[in-house]
């Protein structure tokens, strides 16, 4: 359900029974793609605002926690990413960040909905300014057939910035995908995928541990942050890897500007609430308690 | 301002551009105190919620990372609080989590509005479960005033449970507010105050610290936490002591259940995002990133 007037957009679920609402100046622009309705409104104090299908996607002012944390806990954790894949990402903050990395060269962004990216080019320009990067590939096509397409461990790092797992993202969640992604990472690669809300989607949040596990990953982690925009305000990401847990450490650190992260708050990110850590505890290498 | 409709609950707010709802299933309560709109509704999906003047103050579900973040931080930190002093607090939620600690012989609540915490005890029994323990100590009084009554180095630790810094509680966030806290508490006292979201009043964060080293306190940090009904689902908590900051760091381990709360949380509290460390690097005893 969403519910719109001339003063706010909401974005507004019935499930959770949760509604969050930002001021609205106009909208800019809304188009039905091949996939999804994209409007672009702009806000009064959060900057410009992206929707797919009434969802809130990303704004100005908040995106950089999303896009930074997706991003530099695996890269900073892999010990020298060359090859990253990201699967959807369209506004291509995320391929922004991965550009940072100097080890990195080649970083290809699978993205069903042109729409999505050419939009974005238009109206969150410092998301997309990696765009011409010389180590990017935008493609536009199924990441699910990609990614089965793809050889043998032949990428270091897989960033699933997805959207939630109905509709076009929902085969992103699961033991067939994974598996997929397994065969196409290096035997140090890693894995992570954007995982909801640790207070409205524990359940969703245990599967995709218990998915990541059967596909053949013997490592799997959740780390949180705050992202004002989304169910709840509060987010999480699962990484996963062939290797121990030791992995998701933070091995180096940024030689370029970040807003969010830092080493702290890599290491902090995976310090997980009581009640999380007990409902992952059979699925996850959660540091136990006691230790 | 204040949206109300007969589905959902609504706080917006102009200045922040934010709205944020909860779906009711209906009114249970509502009256005006001598102080404030006081306003009891079951939800859809987050139990009871109680509003004072339209704006979120708790709910029976998400109350419990506020309640121990804003308690188990500062008491786990001391090394044996005996004493704690609570301003505010009215749903007793922070009384009840500062009494599950065994050290703690004298808890002293000093809440202006009586009506409050009678609501509560009808609303919230969960909440009130431990008033009536018999180190607890229920006052209804001005808590500014009760400071400035109070002996000298008379407790351990200073918990500021407070609405926003406007109306009754902007008394609680000013440098002469926190010298009378300075004076009451012991030499290795601790101090904690919520200091709303870093998202959203970065500048008023800044002023706590300042307001506080004003005041004598030569350690200030600020940790931080998801609270999903607070505005940005982003909020935080700033302590202040005589002594070096090392002694927030957590000193011993819950012997009791927690949900939010433990120990890797408490550490992981205080790693702040980089924005937030560089505004303040000039009050805080931040670790400065390079470390």
């Known amino acids: 359900m969403s519910l719109h007037n001339d003063n706010w957009f909401t974005e507004a679920n019935e499930q959770t029974g949760i509604a969050f609402s930002l001021r609205l100046t106009k909208k800019l622009h809304e188009e039905q793609s091949p996939y999804q309705l994209i409007t672009i409104y702009d806000t009064k104090e959060f900057g410009k605002l992206m929707a797919l299908d009434g969802l809130y996607m990303v704004t100005d002012r908040d995106n950089f926690i999303y896009h930074e944390m997706m991003s530099h806990t695996a890269l900073f954790a892999h010990p020298n990413p060359r090859t990253v894949v990201i699967i959807g990402g369209g506004d291509c903050g995320t391929l922004r960040e991965v550009l940072k990395h100097p080890t990195v060269e080649h970083a290809i962004q699978i993205e069903i909905d042109e729409r999505v990216t050419r939009v974005s080019e238009q109206y969150f320009p410092v998301l997309c300014e990696s765009n011409h990067d010389p180590r990017a590939q935008l493609l536009f096509e199924d990441g699910i057939k990609w990614m ?40 140090d690669g890693i894995l992570i995928q954007q995982s909801e809300s640790p207070l409205l989607h524990l359940p969703l949040l245990k599967s995709i541990h218990t998915a990541m596990r059967k596909a053949g990953f013997t490592a799997t982690r959740t780390l949180h942050f705050p992202q004002c925009i989304y169910p709840s305000g509060w987010w999480s990401a699962t990484l996963a890897s062939h290797e121990d847990v030791t992995q998701f450490r933070v091995n180096s650190t940024p030689s370029f500007d970040t807003r969010y992260y830092n080493a702290q708050i890599h290491t902090a990110s995976f310090a997980l609430p009581t009640f999380v850590t007990e409902t992952l505890r059979d699925c996850e290498n959660t540091p136990q308690l006691s230790e």
Chains 1, 2 share one sequence.
């Open 148 to 187: 089965a397409a793809a050889a043998d461990q032949s990428c270091d790092v897989i960033i699933i910035d997805s959207t939630d797992p109905i509709g076009p993202a929902e085969g992103l969640f699961n033991e067939k995908f994974y598996r997929e992604c397994r065969r196409v990472l290096a035997t």
